[in-house]
Nanobody, 120 residues
């Protein structure tokens, strides 16, 4: 599975950005797609996750009611709509996928990351 993100950039506080993650390869084996972010000097944390099987969505408390994760109907592109952005949202955003046989251990896949910078 290969993941390619796009859509990062610079935005003023209060603005919006949309990120995209296009998956290719063995996409039929993908079980979960998520967005993580990593700010300088901090750990990589989950922002939003989507289970492709049952549609379950999870958000970090810090982004609830501001960010929306969604997918297209063929499930191989996941989006992150980010609204009311704050300077503390500044980070490198990574697309993540868990793929494989659900009866065995899943493999983890990461995109290359895209920078989001929110100015105050």
């Amino acid at each position: 599975v290969q993941l390619v993100e796009s859509g990062g950039g610079l935005v003023q506080a209060g603005g919006s950005l949309s990120l995209s993650c296009a998956a290719s390869g063995s996409t039929s084996s993908i079980r979960v797609m998520s967005w993580y972010r990593e700010a300088p000097g901090q750990e990589r944390d989950l922002v939003a996750g989507l289970s492709l099987g049952d549609g379950t969505i999870t958000y970090a408390d810090s982004v609830k009611d501001r960010f929306i994760i969604s997918r297209d109907n063929d499930k191989i592109t996941v989006y992150l709509q980010m609204n009311t952005l704050k300077p503390e949202d500044t980070a490198v955003y990574y697309c993540y996928a868990a793929a494989g046989d659900p009866h065995l251990a899943l493999n983890n896949y990461w995109g290359q990351g895209t920078q989001v910078t929110v100015s105050s």
